[in-house]
Structures are given as structure tokens and as C-alpha cells.
């Protein structure tokens, strides 16, 4: 292999693909895509689901085992989380962070075991970013009512009915994309460089470029970046909601 | 080279030339958040025990600052890897 070969790059080049369609099926008119990404997303749910009856079954109130141990410390650093960021009166919102927080971070981290990461597709953050602008609405009509919730779109001058429409549609946007963007900028990073790798290692023909420098930018990309686009993410849904409250009491 | 071979090349030259413009949203965020952990820096030096806080806080701001950059990333990927002008020739 000559240099003008790494210019050129390799003949089949890079090829970021989107979520492999499996099987997809008709109901009632409507073609459903079974993608990569719903079935890894099961496997996720199932894996967690079984993860966590084996932490909670047999619990005990004294001589508790590590592992009762393990699942009361991630209920009471949960639980703790929501209280701070949101006070103690929304402390019945912890299931729903800690799952999120959950799917998120194993969403992610399922591409360090050769899967294809769910968050890089953005179907998946979309819908996490749907439930909570949902959730965002519903407990600011629950408080104003529905007279004060639709008040609040034209306040404080009705002038700013767009602005204040655009700007609550693209909360759910922002917050999918910025998920979806890290998760698969890493990918794309990620697989450049396995790429550009592959070439130097044909050309020079002795393979150390291979061993460990994909490792430490996996460790950024993978593990830091998936980490805080979760918390991240959790962080902006819990802000949101205690906000759309209108009540600023801590 | 015929026309359509001609518009063809066009195309993909433009969109690797804007794709590489998008990322000049980079530097927003580069400075933004390099502001950000400086002051950062500076708050826990002057309360060391309130560090994780502030730390919490950064990052959160760090995360929220760094959505244009990510935007401008984006759209350097379509045209990298979904183009959509190469369709319409």
C-alpha cells in the first residue's frame, strides 16, 4: 500500500448506517418496522427488569445482605437526587428519573458489548423528550388549571403567543437532539477512527496503533459522554417539571 | 464528463464544503464553556466546599451550551453521510 492509498482512503470508505430494519409488518395499513433499535431496547427492559428481582427479592430488615445493601443505595441515592433538585413534595417523581436515568445509561453503554447504542437513534431520545414534554404540560395544567395553563401563552403581552408557543416546542427538540447528536458524533467519531487506523495499520503492516488508542477515546466516548448525556438529560427533565409548577418553593 | 456527471460532483464537492463550514459552530461552544469552567475554577477556590455543586452545576450549563455546537454537527453529518441535495440532481 503506497501513501497515495491513504489519501484515497479504502475502497468501501465509511458508512454510518442508521438502525438495521429486521422484520417489518402491516396493521391495519400502517407498515411497522421492527429496527435494531426496539429489539435491543427490549432486551435493555428485560435484562434490567431481571437485574433488579434479583436485587429486591428476600429482602430483610436487619442482618441485610450486599446485595440488599446495593439495591437500598441506588433507591436512597435516587430518591435523594430528586430531592435536591426538585423538593421534598415531588419526591413520587423518583421512579420515573431513575428510569430514565436507567434506559439512558444502558442505552448507551450497550455499545461497549459490540451493540448498536439505542440512543443513536433518535427515535428513542424523541420519545423519552415526548413523555417528558407530556409530563411538562400535565402538571402545569394540574396546577393553573386549564384557564391559567393557556393564560400562561400570552403573558405577559399576547404579542409573545409565538414565541412562547415555539419556544415550549422546542424544548422536547433541543433536549432529544442534544442526546441523539453526543451519542452519535461519538459513533461517527468513533468509527472514523477505526477507519483511519485500519489504513495506517495496512500500509506500515504491524498492528500497534490498533491496541489501546481505540480504548481510550471509547472511555471518553462511551462511557464519560453517555454517563453525563444521561444525568444531563434527567437534570433538564426534573428543571422542567418543577418549573412548569409555578409554585418556586424549594 | 457529462452534465449530469458535472452537477454530480458539484453537489458532493459543495456539501463537503458545508459540512466543514457547520463546524465553525464549534468555536461558540468552545469559548462558552472554556468561560464557563473558569469561573467554575474560580468559585471552588474561593469555596472549596462547595465544589460538588458547583461541579454539577458546570457540567449541566457545559451540556446545555454545547447544544449549537451539536446542531452544527449534525448538519455536517447529513451532508456527509445522508446527503439530500444529491437526490434532487
Not at chain 1, 58 to 66: A, G, P, Q, Y
Not at chain 1, 77 to 88: I, N, P, R, S
Not at chain 2, 15 to 43: H, R
Request: aromatic share 10%; proline share 4%; charged share 10%.
Amino acid at each position: 500500500m503506497h501513501i497515495s492509498d491513504f489519501l484515497k482512503g479504502s475502497p468501501d470508505g465509511i458508512d454510518v448506517k442508521g438502525p438495521g430494519v429486521l422484520c417489518s409488518f402491516e396493521i391495519c395499513g400502517i407498515t411497522i418496522n421492527l429496527t435494531e433499535t426496539v429489539v435491543i431496547s427490549w432486551g435493555i427492559i428485560l435484562a434490567v427488569t431481571l437485574l433488579l428481582l434479583w436485587l429486591t427479592h428476600d429482602l430483610k430488615t436487619n442482618h441485610i445482605s450486599k446485595r440488599q445493601v446495593a439495591a437500598e443505595w441506588i433507591v436512597t441515592t435516587v430518591y435523594g437526587l430528586v430531592e435536591d433538585a426538585m423538593g421534598k413534595r415531588w419526591r413520587w417523581f423518583a421512579p420515573y428519573i431513575g428510569a430514565l436515568f436507567t434506559f439512558s445509561i444502558t442505552g448507551s453503554l450497550v455499545s461497549m458489548i459490540g451493540l448498536r447504542s439505542v440512543t443513536a437513534d433518535f427515535n428513542a431520545p424523541l420519545a423519552w423528550a415526548l413523555i417528558t414534554f407530556v409530563l411538562i404540560h400535565g402538571t402545569n395544567i394540574r396546577t393553573n388549571g386549564i384557564g391559567g395553563y393557556l393564560k400562561g401563552y400570552v403573558d405577559p403581552v399576547p404579542v409573545m403567543l409565538p414565541i412562547n408557543i415555539l419556544s415550549e416546542a422546542s424544548t422536547p427538540v433541543s433536549m432529544s437532539l442534544r442526546h441523539f447528536g453526543n451519542v452519535v458524533s461519538g459513533m461517527v467519531i468513533t468509527s472514523l477512527l477505526y477507519f483511519a487506523l485500519s489504513v495506517v495499520t495496512k500500509s506500515i503492516g504491524v498492528a500497534f496503533l490498533t491496541i489501546g488508542i481505540p480504548a481510550v477515546l471509547s472511555l471518553y466516548f462511551d462511557l464519560f459522554s453517555g454517563f453525563m448525556q444521561a444525568f444531563v438529560f434527567i437534570m433538564l427533565t426534573m428543571a422542567y417539571i418543577s418549573n412548569a409548577d409555578g409554585r418556586n418553593e424549594a | 464528463m457529462d452534465n449530469n456527471e458535472m452537477a454530480r460532483a458539484i453537489v458532493l464537492g459543495a456539501s463537503a464544503l458545508g459540512a466543514g463550514t457547520a463546524m465553525i459552530a464549534g468555536i461558540g461552544p468552545g469559548i462558552g464553556e472554556g468561560f464557563a469552567v473558569g469561573k467554575a475554577c474560580e468559585s471552588i477556590g474561593r469555596q472549596p466546599e462547595s465544589s460538588g455543586a458547583v461541579t454539577r452545576t458546570m457540567f449541566i450549563g457545559c451540556a446545555v451550551a454545547e447544544s449549537t455546537g451539536i446542531y452544527g454537527l449534525l448538519v455536517a453529518l447529513l451532508l456527509m453521510f445522508a446527503n439530500p441535495f444529491i437526490n434532487k440532481l
